[in-house]
């Protein structure tokens, strides 16, 4: 969900996804993870793949946040599960919790609690 403007320009589009990786990466090993679990497939894969794919479930609710929709009217109609909805709140818990810096986690909060979906 972290693709919410399709206008970004390349240098932009490599920004978010650089600071995504940092962000997970940052989560996971505060729990012990290895830093190196996040360079792969399960990682910045999906990261990439979430980010730039309109096959991903997850960036068609950005996507289409982008443009406007509400949040539950989106989820109504997605037709799928998009698991990075619900994610996101338990996602700002842990943040807030260890106190990691996560400025996009934040941004998707915020765009999700505006679009009435808490």
Do not use: H, W
Request: net charge positive.
């Amino acid at each position: 969900m972290f693709l919410l403007c399709p206008e970004l320009t390349p240098t932009c589009f490599s920004v978010i996804i650089t600071r995504g990786l940092s962000e997970m990466t940052c989560i996971g090993t505060a729990y012990g993870a290895s830093p190196l679990t996040f360079l792969g497939l399960s990682g910045v894969g999906d990261l990439f793949l979430t980010c730039s794919s309109s096959n991903s479930r997850n960036y068609t609710v950005g996507f289409r946040l982008g443009q406007g929709e509400k949040l539950d009217v989106i989820m109504k109609t997605l037709g799928s599960v998009a698991e990075g909805v619900p994610t996101t709140k338990g996602a700002m818990q842990i943040i807030n919790d260890l106190g990691i810096n996560a400025p996009i986690a934040k941004s998707v909060r915020v765009k999700r609690e505006s679009s009435g979906f808490v």
